[in-house]
């Protein structure tokens, strides 16, 4: 079945450092990706997308492009902020019922 | 701006209450899910519903129960809590574009 295997945290980064949050993916057929975020106390949020392969999803600096040769969607931000302190889920689905896939999320914490 | 409520955003209650959380949606989807997540951010599917009259549990077994009367509601009650259902419940809705959308969560603690 589908599947999807995220970095495991947490991670730790100071302000304006470079973040990679790596996800990779097994599926027949051709899934969409997506990052979702979710900051304390809250539900998650749609951060990004992209529906097929070499296609790139970006938000708020945010960066995932589609590799299906490598079958990741690789979470990128060049600058992070204290305000991207969140727990970040990786996330496939196809267009059968339920198959919204979710990795098991990443905390990162920022410090200033 | 939400388009999918959770209500309510908090609870605590005593062993043995019936209890149900609610989840309302503005959208039209036809298909709505409730996840469990617990404190080591995980979710875990408990169930989920395709349309009105429709219900099926998902892969988490829970000892909750659900209902879809109408296309925009779907309550989750629990008959009676025990502090083993203590946790953050969260429901979703899925439209075109394959994406869910959220609510903000019921964060439930059973004493």
């Known amino acids: 079945g589908n599947s999807v295997t995220q970095m495991e945290g947490p991670v730790t980064l100071s302000e304006e450092a470079f973040l990679t949050i790596n996800c990779t993916y097994t599926?027949?057929?051709?899934?969409?990706l997506f990052w979702y975020v979710q900051y304390p106390g809250e539900g998650l949020q749609l951060l990004l997308k992209?529906?097929?392969?070499?296609d790139k999803g970006s938000n708020k600096g945010f960066e995932a492009t589609y590799r299906k040769e490598t079958t990741s969607f690789h979470l990128e931000k060049g600058s992070v902020q204290v305000s991207d302190s969140a727990v970040y889920f990786c996330?496939?689905?196809?267009?059968?019922?339920?198959?919204?896939?979710f990795g098991a999320g990443t905390r990162l914490t920022v410090k200033p | 701006e939400a388009d999918i409520y959770q209500t309510p955003r908090y609870l605590v209650i005593g062993t043995g209450k019936k209890i149900t959380l609610e989840c309302s949606q503005t959208?039209?989807?036809?298909?709505m899910y409730w996840y469990q997540q617990d404190p080591g951010m995980e979710l875990h599917l408990i169930h989920y519903s395709y349309g009105v009259n429709s219900t099926e549990k998902g892969d988490l077994s829970s000892e909750s129960t659900v209902s879809r009367i109408r296309t925009e509601h779907f309550p989750l009650t629990l008959e009676s809590a025990r502090p083993s259902h203590t946790s953050q419940y969260l429901c979703?809705?899925?439209?075109?574009?394959?994406?869910?959308?959220f609510g903000s969560g019921t964060r439930l603690t059973v004493v």
């Open positions: 959208m039209g989807h036809d298909k």
């Open positions: 599926a027949t057929g051709y899934p969409s």
């Open positions: 979703a809705s899925r439209g075109s574009g394959r994406g869910y959308t």
């Open positions: 996330a496939l689905s196809d267009l059968e019922g339920y198959d919204m896939r």
């Open positions: 992209a529906t097929k392969a070499d």
